[in-house]
């Protein structure tokens, strides 16, 4: 198989251009989506890169389409994607859900745009945190990872390509619009280096009750074409995908276990990066763009002789409960960044359960980034 | 070098954004610097405001966005008007000499202009390299990048048909500057 990513080379990406380069080089032969402001690069990129590499790439008709399609090539044995912005994420809440029931393993960018409805398209605002784990309808887990930078746009589009995989679930790389049209050094790996999750494949047909869903160790997925006859629908169904939508514990018994998959993994799935956190007396809490706002206040802070430490979840998704508690019980003040109105505050909040006071400080100006002075006052306020 | 901010503004279709993608390219691929490079623009393809920023370092830079620029190049009008404040006391300044009037600048800067646009019709015959005209001026009055790490970067971002018209372009402009 041709494979043409770029290896072990440095380049000045687009932040867009980066997350598409590092789905071909997680092996990525599949992408379909519809153009939106600022998430069209990646689509525009992959729709030369994917022939280059004996991919597919689909120009749907709409984001429903789009969703529709990766969740397909998915059980058609491919990796898949799509990439849009937060109007479009709205349009595929429906299919999130069916991709979940139905552990369909497979990435989603978002590239996070000023909002509510068409808001503003060229605005940088992290908006989308809660429609990324709440959108669709139900209980479930959903993984999300917020990068920083057009390297990390790379590396953890790689990095959501082997959680999707490994969990069978759909997993979101949660960026914005200033993350995705900066453009910064790029380092690319060697392809031999890269460690690559692939997703347990179902290699023999077991008879039509073969269990292929339901597994907190996460079950084998059949391929479709493959001649392994299996049942897939987005209701209720037992481990084999018979479908039962009478039976209460049938349907206790799915969303727990779709839950737990991800939730007794937790520790495999969360990032942390901490920073200055040892001596802290105030741990200020941030994630994506703003984190770098942060590093340079905490900077700032430090040579002025404030204890202040980052502290700063990759995995925005699911929610970091037992660090942020763990982190609770050690600094006095933590203060919550976002660039929204306190999306991620009442979670953290409610794992900081007491223990310490908890703040949350959007930006003064929603869609520009902090001012460090802006943070530091805070920081001066309550130490 | 310590961090330097650098911030470029114009109008849609002037050229400001690729003239910073080459700045940024030829910064941190070919000259071992860090840099960043960030943008913002209306929905207008042509005659929108258009802002792109740059910060050129030896250390990783971690902010990202340039609040106080060192270098504010200002390429119309209203660009001018509306980045003037930002620019540091004692920043570099340049300004398209026949586009832009700087009134009476109070603020203590050191002021440089040209007629990229004017020059770019007048020697060229082609308005659209006004951008590298200017970015030849820049690059000669700033010394930001060397000149081979932009050769370079123009080298990979131009296609071939077009490069030594553009390269002429920022060879004037350095002359312009070393003669300015």
């Known amino acids: 198989m041709i494979n043409n990513s770029k290896t072990n080379k440095t380049d000045f990406l687009q932040g867009n251009i980066a997350c598409a380069e590092g789905a071909i080089m997680a092996g990525c032969k599949f992408f379909a989506g519809y153009p939106i402001t600022p998430a069209s690069e990646i689509a525009h990129h992959l729709s030369k890169r994917m022939f280059e590499v004996d991919g597919t790439f689909i120009q749907t008709e709409d984001e429903i389409a789009a969703i529709a399609n990766i969740v397909g090539a998915s059980w058609g044995g491919v990796k898949s994607m799509t990439a849009t912005s937060g109007p479009g994420i709205s349009l595929m809440q429906e299919n999130i859900g069916l991709a979940v029931a139905t552990e369909t393993p497979c990435v989603i960018v978002n590239v996070q745009r000023g909002a509510p409805s068409t808001g503003s398209p060229s605005v940088h605002l992290q908006g989308d945190i809660l429609q990324s784990k709440f959108g669709s309808q139900g209980d479930y887990q959903i993984i999300a990872l917020a990068p920083a930078s057009p390297q990390e746009m790379f590396d953890f589009t790689i990095k959501a390509f082997n959680l999707a995989e490994q969990f069978r679930t ?11 049209h900066m453009r910064e050094r790029v380092n690319f790996p060697l392809q031999e280096e890269l460690i690559l999750s692939e997703r347990k494949k179902l290699e023999h047909y077991q008879g039509i009750h073969q269990k292929i869903f339901l597994d907190e160790e996460v079950a084998p997925m059949p391929v479709f074409g493959k001649g392994l006859k299996a049942n897939i629908t987005g209701s209720t ?4 995908g018979f479908r039962n939508v009478s039976d209460p514990k049938i349907m206790d018994n799915a969303i727990k276990k779709l839950t737990n998959k991800i939730l007794k993994h937790k520790e495999e799935i969360i990032e942390i990066n901490e920073h200055e956190i040892d001596d802290a007396e105030v741990a200020i809490l941030s994630y994506g763009l703003t984190s770098r706002a942060v590093l340079e206040t905490v900077k700032i802070a430090r040579k002025n002789g404030i204890k202040v430490g980052s502290f700063r979840p990759i995995t925005v998704w699911p929610f970091p409960e037992e660090e942020v508690e763990k982190l609770s019980r050690r600094v006095k003040t933590i203060i919550v960044c976002e660039n929204n109105l306190g999306q991620l505050f009442p979670f953290v909040k409610s794992a900081a359960c007491e223990h310490c006071k908890v703040i949350s400080l959007p930006p003064k100006v929603l869609g520009t980034l902090y001012y460090p002075e802006e943070i530091l006052e805070k920081i001066k306020e309550v130490i | 070098m310590s961090e330097i901010g650098v911030r470029l503004s114009g109008i849609g279709g002037q050229g400001v954004v690729l003239a910073s993608i080459i700045l940024g390219r030829a910064a941190s691929v070919y000259d071992n610097l860090y840099a960043v490079q960030t943008q913002t623009y209306g929905s207008d393809m042509r005659g929108g405001d258009v802002c792109t920023e740059i910060i050129v370092s030896e250390k990783e830079i971690v902010y990202p966005i340039v609040n106080t620029p060192d ?15 930002d620019l540091k006391e004692g920043g570099i300044l340049i300004t398209d000499k026949d586009l832009v009037n700087v009134g009476n600048l109070t603020k203590n800067v050191n002021h440089y202009s040209e007629e990229f646009n004017k020059k770019a019709i007048d020697d060229f015959n082609e308005k659209r390299v006004s951008n590298m005209i200017m970015l030849g001026f820049v690059v000669e ?33 350095m002359k312009l500057a070393s003669t300015n």
Request: hydrophobic share 50%; net charge negative; glycine share 4%.
């Open chain 2, 71 to 85: 270098i504010l190049i200002a390429i119309a009008q209203k660009a001018f008007d509306q980045h003037i404040t």
């Open chain 1, 170 to 180: 759909p997993v979101f790389v949660l960026s914005d619009s200033l993350v995705g």
């Open chain 2, 141 to 173: 009055k700033t010394k930001l990048i060397t000149y081979e790490a932009l050769e370079k970067a123009i080298a990979d971002l131009l296609s071939p048909r077009i490069f030594d018209l553009n390269k002429k372009a920022i060879d004037f402009g």
């Open chain 1, 237 to 240: 169904h037992k481990e084999d």
